[in-house]
C-alpha cells in the first residue's frame, strides 16, 4: 500500500534521517540524561483560536493523561508564529518547555526572512502529529474537467489562469508554485488573507482556482470541481477524485503541510523520547482522531528523528522553489 | 407537527436554558473589560462544548459573542477604552456624548442598537440566509477596493477640526496600516527588523493608547480638573435616552443593522472595518449627523447596530456555504464538524430541526441581550460616579494588562505608550484621532484590494472600473465629496438670499 510516509522517503531524507540519528548518538554528553519531574509549559506562537491552537488543545488532555504531568498552554502570538518560536527556541532546555508548529514557522518563514533562530540547530523536534488535506479545485464555470485539461488550457493561455492562496509564504502559495513549475506553465498567484477569503473569491468566479484543505467540503456540495487530491491517498468524502499519484503528476511528493511538537535544542533525551511516544499513544485516541478529524487534518504521527528528517528535505525543498522567485532571504 | 415537538424538545433542554443567559452574561462582562476579547474566551470554552449536545454547546458560544459585541460598547462610551475591537467606533460619540453628561443616554442607545441590529441580523440569516451568500459572493478585489475607496469619505464628515487636518490625520493612519509583511513579496515594511511588527501594528494597543491614554496623562500632568467628584459624568449617568430621540436614531440603527447584516456576510471584511463602513453611510442621513465625532446618538446607534448587525449574518457564509467569515466562524465550523453537522446546502437538507431550534434560541438570545443590558448597565454604569483619582489608576493598570494579555507580549504595551504619545502630539495640534483610526482600519483592505486588482488584470488600471457594484460605489463616492464642498457653500446662499 502507498502510504504517505513510505512514498516520499527519497534517499536524501533517508541519509538526513540517519545523520540526524549518527549525530543523536554521538553527543549524548551534550543533553541531559534525566528528565525533571514538573509541569510543562506549551508555546504555540499563535493566538487562541487558529488551527494549531486548535490541534494543540485537541492532543494536550490526552498526552498529559499519559505523562501524569499537566500542561499549560501558553499563546505567544505575533509576528506570524515567528515570535513565539523565538522565545521557545531561548527557552531552558530542561524539558519543561515544549512548543508547537505548523510548517510555516519551522520552514518557510526561516528561508523568507532573517530570524533570530536556525530551525536546523536551535530545535529538536519531537513528533510529527498531523498533516492538513489538500486539493485542487476550480470554479464551477473553469472551462477544464481534468488534470490534463487544466494544464492543457494553462499552457494556451499562459499567465492567464489565477489562482488565490491563503497568503504569500503559506503552503498553498508554495502549491501553487510547485503546480507551475511541474507542469511547466505559467500561472497567476494571488494571495489573500487566509484560506476563506481565497474559497470566497473561487465561488464567486473572482478566480480561477485553488490548491487548499478548504476547497474539498466546497467540492463535495458541488461548489467547485475538485480536480486531484495532493495527498499520497484518495479522500474518504470524495473517493472518485485522483490523487497526484494516480494521475502520475510528480513534484508534490512529501510536502502535505504538517504540525508537530518542538523543544529548544539540548532537552533531555529522555524528555523527547517519553513525550514522543505519549503523542503516538494519544493520537490512538478515538476522541482525539475524532476532533483532529473536525479540524480537518489527519493524525500523521512521525518519532523524533524521522521529524527531523522530514524538517530538512523540506527546508531544501522549500528553498528550491522560493530561491528562482526572488522570496528566500 | 413531529418536527417542531423535535425542534422543541431540543430547546427544552435545561442545558440550552441555562447557558442561553449565561453565555450573554458571560459575554457582556468579557466583551467590558479591556483585554479579555470574545475570540480568546470562546477558544477557551470550545474544547468544553465539544462534550455537550451541539445546540446547548453552539449556544454558549453565540452567547458570549453576542453579549460581547454589546459589553465592548460599556468601556468605550464610559471610558474611552473599547472592550473589544469592534466597539472602537462607538467610543467616537458614546465618549464625548459621556463627557457631555449623556452616558445614560448613549448606553441606552448603544444597547437598543445592540439588540435591534442583532434581530435584524437573525431574521436575516432565517429568511435570507441563500441570497445574502450569494450577493457576499459577488465582492471579489474589485468591488471591495470600491466599497473602501467610499468608506474613506466619512473621515471628511467627522473631521471636526477642519478638513485638512482630517486628510493629515487619515493619510498617516493609512500609512501606519501599511506597517509589517508586505501582501505580494512579503517583504517587511516599517518593521525595523521586529519580528513584533511582522502582523502591523496591534490593533487594541494603539487604539487604547491613542484614545484613553492622553486623558488620563492630560488628567495628571495637564491643567488639572477638579479632583474629587466626577462632575458631569455622573450626573447624566442616570438620564435616559427620550422616546423622541429613541424615534430620531430608530432610522439610523436600521440602517446600520442593514448594512452590518451585508457586510458581515462577505468573507474577509470582519465586524471593525464592517462598523466603519456603516458609520460612514449612517452618518449621511443622520439627523444629527453634523454632531458626529463631537457625540451624536445616531453616531452610537450606527456603530453599535452595525457591529451587532454582522453578529448573526456572519453565520450567513458559515451555515450557507461552509465558510467561515472570522475567526469565530473557524471555531464553529470545527464544532459542527465535531458534531457530524456539514455546515453547507446539505445543512438544510437534512438537519431541519437543528437549524430551527438554532434559529430560534439565536431569537431569544437578542431578547436575553436586552434585558442583561437594561438590567446590568444601571450597575456598570455607576462606575463614572468613582472620583477620577481613584479611577483613572485603575484603568491605567487595566490598560497595561489588557495591551499585554491579548499575546502575551511587552511589546505591546510599548505600542500602546508610544500611541498615546502620538495621541497627545494628535490633540496638540487637533489632528482627529478618528480620522487616523479609520484610516488604520481600512488601509490593509484598500491596499491589498488594489494589488489584488492589478495583480488579476496584470496592470489593467480599467479593471477598476469593471464592475456595476463598483461603478455604484464610486458613484456614492463623488456624491459625498461633492456633498461636502457644496452644501456648506448651499447652505450660504440659502442664509443669503434670505437676509437680503
Known sequence: ?329 | MEHWASVFSMILDWKVLIFLPLGVIMGAIIGAIPGLTITMSISVLLPFTLFLDPLPGLVLIFGISKGGLFGGSISAILLNVPGTPAAACTMLDGYPLARKGRAGEALDTALWASFLGDLISVLALILLAGSLAQLGLQFGPVELFALIVFSLTVIAAISTSGLLRGIVGGLLGLLAGTVGLDLVYGSERFTFGSAHLYDGIAFMPLLVGLFALPDILMFYFGRRQPRSGAGKLAEGASRRLSMANFRMVLPTILKGGGIGVILGAIPGIGATASTFVAYAEARRSAPDREEFGKGALSGVAAAESANSGTGASTLIPLLALGIPGDIVGAMLLGAFYFHGLAPGPLLFANDMDFIHALYITLIVSSAIVLVVGRYGTRYIQRIVEVPRDVLFPVVLVLTVIGAFAISNSIFDVWVMLVAGAVGIGFRALRIPEAAFLIGFVLSPLLENNMQRVLIISKGDYAAFFDSYLALLFYAATLVAIVGRFAMPALKERRLRQRTS
Open chain 1, 1 to 329: 500500500m502507498t502510504n504517505i510516509f513510505n512514498a516520499g522517503w527519497t534517499r536524501r531524507s533517508i541519509l538526513a534521517g540517519a545523520a540526524a540519528i549518527a549525530t543523536a548518538l554521538t553527543m549524548p554528553g551534550q543533553a541531559r540524561a534525566d528528565w525533571p519531574e514538573g509541569n510543562m509549559r506549551m508555546i504555540v506562537p499563535y493566538a487562541p483560536g487558529g488551527t494549531s491552537d486548535n490541534i494543540t488543545r485537541a492532543v494536550t488532555p490526552a498526552i498529559e493523561a499519559i505523562l501524569g504531568r499537566t500542561i499549560t498552554i501558553e499563546n505567544i502570538g505575533g509576528g506570524g508564529g515567528v515570535i513565539g518560536v523565538t522565545q521557545l527556541a531561548k527557552a531552558e532546555p530542561d524539558g519543561l518547555t515544549f512548543g508547537f508548529v505548523p510548517t510555516a514557522t519551522l520552514v518557510i518563514a526561516p528561508l523568507m526572512r532573517k530570524l533570530n533562530y536556525d530551525p536546523l540547530t536551535e530545535i529538536q523536534p519531537v513528533a510529527k502529529v498531523a498533516e492538513s488535506y489538500g486539493a485542487l479545485a476550480m470554479r464551477k464555470d473553469f472551462p477544464a474537467d481534468t488534470l490534463d485539461e487544466v494544464i492543457a488550457y494553462a499552457k494556451a493561455h499562459p499567465g492567464e489562469v489565477t489562482f488565490g492562496s491563503a497568503g504569500i509564504g503559506s503552503i498553498t502559495h508554495l502549491y501553487v508554485e510547485i503546480f507551475a513549475a511541474s507542469a511547466g506553465v505559467e500561472v497567476n498567484h494571488v494571495p489573500f488573507k487566509g484560506s476563506s477569503e481565497a474559497m470566497n473569491n473561487v465561488l464567486g468566479g473572482h478566480v480561477d482556482g485553488q490548491f487548499d484543505a478548504v476547497v474539498l467540503r466546497q467540492a463535495q456540495a458541488g461548489a467547485v470541481k475538485p480536480i486531484a487530491i495532493l495527498n499520497d491517498e484518495r479522500w474518504d468524502g470524495l473517493p472518485d477524485v485522483p490523487t497526484l499519484n494516480d494521475l502520475g503528476f510528480k513534484g508534490f511528493e512529501d510536502i502535505a503541510s504538517w504540525f508537530g511538537f518542538i523543544a529548544p535544542a539540548g532537552v533531555p533525551e529522555e524528555a523527547v523520547q517519553q513525550f514522543s511516544a505519549a503523542v503516538d499513544q494519544a493520537l490512538k485516541d478515538p476522541q482525539v482522531i475524532e476532533r483532529l478529524a473536525a479540524l480537518g487534518v489527519m493524525p500523521k504521527y512521525l518519532p523524533a528523528d524521522k521529524f527531523g528528517a522530514l524538517i530538512q528535505s523540506n527546508y531544501k525543498q522549500y528553498g528550491d522553489i522560493l530561491t528562482p522567485l526572488g522570496l528566500t532571504q
